[in-house]
């Protein structure tokens, strides 16, 4: 017999089968990471992934669920292949399901190449930092939380809170400033419901941008399971378009924490030390496989900007899910049920977000000379404007200061007029910087300390 | 040691021939192999088809346990194992500097030209180029007596460097011949020694194994300051060349509330705050309103809270839990507006004239609560502060004249879903535990250390951290220039690279190629720092790796040996005498980053019993924009009196002095802070006002420094010392005039010098010393026309 042979053989020992994974006896020549097509009673196929490879044994997770599956005429065929996704330019416009088959009732797509979804990990040498504007036109980020081509820039929600049409406003108002360049959208959905899968659509429909956009849906009826492999095919995607097509590409991957979800099942299936909540120990790294797919590369064209999405468990932004999130990405836009409940929208609070590649995104040439010092300048104030707010608690407002009450005005101000913006107004830099001075106008001109003098003289609304 | 670690070596040479093993399990990085009797605990192995990198991390009769530097997807078992005979080794020699090496010391830039921008697994690239010839300059005669550590010639390694090729450790005896002058490779053999066990052989190559320490003669005590040009770290909490300095790092901030949030006690244990909850609810009174329920308990709980940064004992009143967190927003007459939990407690004055507390959930419409009235509580300012702050209820009655009774107009109740836990501390709301607030720019603070600290060497390891950032690292090197030296900083570095993403046991193994590498120079006689991103990454991988093995998990599911590993590596850190009698130092600065913020999880614990610098890192201070972030209350470095002979020798014998003057103030901020929150600041004597008007130079115009202005980015020791002369001056100048009632304090706060002194920092390197003592010189005159002299 041949080796050929020996991997279509059909082997028909499953010994176990427990929560998403089963066992099969009697194998050889398995490899880790393969796939495998699992033939139910039924004669439905299903796909599995082999997640440890003995000599004559295979524990393999099953992506579609084990429902179905027995010990006795279930029958395994390992393909010789790790898990793979045909790349072409054709992806475009095109919806694919959780193994990366396409759903939308158009033809298969011919592959120009089948691509490890795994990938390779970027050789930090030839990465190229990130520099490069990108205009969301929602003033909060575009101000303070500036967002560049090739950053991973997470969206902390919790439930309630009107993430979607902020993800949806980004991918619909994001350009970086004086180019024409190709762009695209790739769109993961791991869980989330059909109800938020269709505003997505809907959105993309409206705005034309569907065309220009590859859809990977898992939704919350379909297996958890496949949730592992979501990502990586719509990263494969993204990768194949940024770096060998050339273009700028965006991709949401939404929502993170059903992610989490479903590695957390497979670890306990398999019988893992926990690490923290129950999480696998190995959540960190898994993460940044994922996350650190995003960036530049020196030479190439295009680019990947990943904005994931994730709802932080009752609001804890100390969650493992959020936590580790923020230790991977660049930075994180954190949401406030407090903004929110104050009819605040989008409800981002600068205090707790942070874009750390903010810094290299801006200045002359990239949006203007002013940008870094009234970013800061806007931070110190509404920080103050908060902590006075606490000792009005306190004190009463009558105890404060001009100078303190200045400050209070302030924060009302920039929450009611600079946060607050409407779903589909698109602000351009240059408006948001004005509108910052125009607001920090409200407090008196000498505590304009974070900016330089020569930016007063020049921009200080007359 | 040094005979020791000579004997590893030995032991472990190449067994019979090519002995292979067979891999029979394979489970994500870790594998497993049998037919290898005879291997050693890490040895490095060769695994599969592909001949991926592996360490031997498991033994159990003929079969051992791997963990594998790279990805295994599509490794099939019965692949071979071939053993090298060797423990996990980093090359040392000339072409380190410069050079941007993976965990295991493979060159990243040659791995680029062999498989592209994407790192392929299985790429075989030498660390150091054997092509390259370097110019060799003997320093000693043939016939000469050598010893281990005994410099043979030096080679201008770049510009700044010059590398010294020393006698291997284990090697002594008479020089039988030495290369003459001129370019040779790393494998050409440059001397040959006469030893008692025959003739040696010695190439500009060595090769040590990763996990021991390099041999010195002993460790002295630390005594120069590693310079920083960070005003908050050189000036206020120093670091001493060959010190150990911890910072934590990352992310993490808001209040955590959560069930699990652990909560320090009085008595110094640890508890989770449901813990404490289901041991303390029997203990007290329990009240109940809709979802939520505390206990008001009969004996009040030591716990350690912080109040303003500093940590003290307090006692827990109340322990508080609920599902829905609903805020009651009072208003009252006087337009007064408080949001407060149900149980939050408030003063209230009965129709009796007896003040009672009563929760703000039970507080109707009629009731009058009791204000603070402004300016009122003179009297009581001068008292301890610690005193000043606990009105209690006594206090309240003896004060009635200071409070203001306030009816309330109207009371709005909000509603939030919330699982909450919280013990009720008075006054200051808060206990130790949970998340300290922490970081977010702990970064930006290494690449200052690394940018501007006067080590000869740096070696930077990257370990886990992220792509975006190695590379704003690795392109921000070699553009920037060595204050120094005029060349480009590159010429001094070694950077370590391993991304998140890239293999995790590589990531175990990175700080321990660094380390190997930073002692390597610093046998040479070079100060050398070394800073690992971060070590908690470090210790994850550990976890991670344990995890596979499926050991024993200690805390927090870290493997029991964390914290010996970690002292372990911290303990390569030294100023040492050196074999070759010279001297060195590697200075080890590590960034810890506890998940959720939680400075009570292993990682962050361990190390802070280990270093002797922790710079505390401060999420307020962060959303202020107060940067470098550095909480000036909670941080400490033990090496103060170390490095105050260099200051005195350097800068001035006063620094001690001074810099303490300096801390007494701060801290007097911190206390009247809290007096602020509660009377506001108008109630305060001017002397306190004017401390905190001269704290606030300080933490504003000094403590801040701007990592992105050209300026203000490096400030040399001596600028430090002058400008915090010239603002204390200004201060205890001030103070005196102050006491004497010479002038007022709104005068003070006027003067023109303020604004001087808030630009001081931006003052050009040039002219500072000439610009500052115009400064003085004005300030002295701005006083003396103040009292009219």
Partial sequence: ?462 | MVEEVEDSIKRIKPADEKQEGRIIRIAGPVIKADKLRGAEMYEVVEVGNERLIGEIIGLEKDVATIQVYEETGGIVPGEPVCRTGEPLSVELGPGLIQNIYDGIQRPLELIMEETGDFIKRGVDVPPLSEKKKWEFEPVVEKGAEVKEGDILGTVQETKVVEHRIMVPPGISGTIDEIASKGEYTIEDTIAKINTEDGKKEVSMRQRWPVRVMRPIIKKDAPRDLMVTGQRVLDTFFPLAKGGTAAIPGGFGTGKCVAGETPVLLGDGTKKTIEDIYEEYQGDGTLHRNGHEEWVELNNPLDVLSMADGRIIKKKATCLYKGKTDGTVVIHTKSGREVELTCVHKLFVLTPDMEIIEKPAGEIQEGDTLLAPRKESLQDAINKKTGEMLQIEKKDAEDHLGHFLPDPVSSIEVKDEVKTVYDLTVPETHNFVGGNAPMILHNTVIQHQLAKWSDADIVVYVGCGERGNEMTDVLTAFPELEDPRTGEPLMKRTILIANTSNMPVAAREASVYSGITIAEYYRDMGYNVALMADSTSRWAEALREISGRLEEMPGEEGYPAYLASSLAAFYERAGTCQLLGEREGSVSVIGAVSPSGGDFSEPVTQNTLRIVRVFWALDTELKNKRHFPSINWLRSYSLYLDDVAGWWGENVNERWHELRRETMRLLEKESGLEEIVQLVGPDALPPGDKFALQAARIIREDFLQQNAFHDVDTYCEPEKQYRMLEVMMAYYEKGMELLEKDKVSFDSLEQMEVVEKLSRMSNVPQEDWEERFADIEMNMNKEFDSLTGE
């Avoid at chain 1, 006075?388 to 306190?394: K, N, S, T, W």
Wanted: charged share 25%; net charge negative; with cysteine.
């Fill in chain 1, 1 to 462: 017999m041949t080796k050929e042979d020996i991997k279509r053989a059909e082997y028909r020992n499953v010994v176990e089968v427990s929560g998403p994974l089963m066992v099969v006896e009697g194998v050889s020549d398995v490899a880790f990471n393969e796939i495998a097509r699992i033939k139910l009673p039924s004669g439905e196929e299903r796909l599995g992934q082999v997640l440890e490879a003995e000599s004559n044994r295979a524990v393999l997770q099953v992506f579609a669920g084990t429902r179905g599956l027995d010990t006795d005429l279930t029958s395994v065929q390992f393909t010789g292949e790790v898990m793979k996704f045909g790349v072409s330019r054709e992806l475009l416009g095109r919806t694919f399901n959780g193994i990366g088959e396409p759903i939308d009732g158009s033809p298969d797509i011919i592959p120009e190449e089948e691509r490890n979804i795994n990938g390779d990990p970027i050789n930090p040498t030839a990465r190229e930092f990130p520099r490069e504007f990108i205009q969301t036109g929602i003033s909060t980020i575009d101000g303070m939380l500036t967002l560049v081509r090739g950053q991973k820039l997470p969206i902390f929600s919790a439930s309630g809170l009107p993430h979607n049409s902020v993800a949806a406003q980004i991918a619909r108002q994001a350009k970086v400033l004086g180019e024409e360049e190709e762009f695209a959208v790739v769109f993961c959905a791991m869980g989330i419901t059909s109800e938020e899968a269709n505003y997505f659509m809907r959105d993309f429909e409206r705005t034309g941008a569907l065309e220009r956009a590859v859809l990977f849906m898992n939704l919350a009826n379909d297996p958890a399971i496949e949730r592992i492999i979501i990502p990586r095919m719509a990263l494969t995607a993204s990768e194949y378009l940024a770096f060998d097509q050339g273009m700028q590409v965006l991709t949401i991957l939404t929502n993170m924490t059903n992610y989490c979800e479903a590695l957390r099942e497979i670890a306990a299936a398999r019988e893992e030390v926990p690490g923290r909540r129950g999480y696998p120990g190995y959540l960190y790294t898994d993460l940044a496989s994922i996350y650190e797919r995003a960036g530049r590369i020196t030479g190439r064209e295009g680019s990947i900007t990943m904005i994931p999405l994730l709802t932080m468990p009752d609001d804890d932004i100390t969650h493992p899910i959020p936590d580790l999130t923020g230790y991977i990405t660049e930075g994180q836009l954190v949401f406030s049920r407090e903004l929110h409940r104050k009819g605040i929208r989008p409800p981002l609070t600068p205090g707790a977000s942070l874009s750390r590649l903010m810094q290299h995104g801006i200045g002359p040439d990239r949006t203007r000379e002013d940008h870094m010092d009234v970013s800061n300048q806007l931070y110190a104030a509404y920080a103050e404007g908060n902590r006075l707010r606490d000792l009005v608690a306190v004190v009463g407002e009558e105890a404060l200061t001009d100078r303190d009450q200045s400050y209070l005005k302030f924060s009302e101000a920039f929450e009611d007029r600079f946060i607050n913006q409407g779903e589909d107004e698109d602000r351009s830099i240059e408006d948001t910087l004005d509108l910052a001075w125009e607001l920090l106008t409200i407090i008196p001109q000498r505590e304009l300390k974070r900016i330089e003098e020569k930016w007063i003289e020049k921009y200080y609304p007359a």
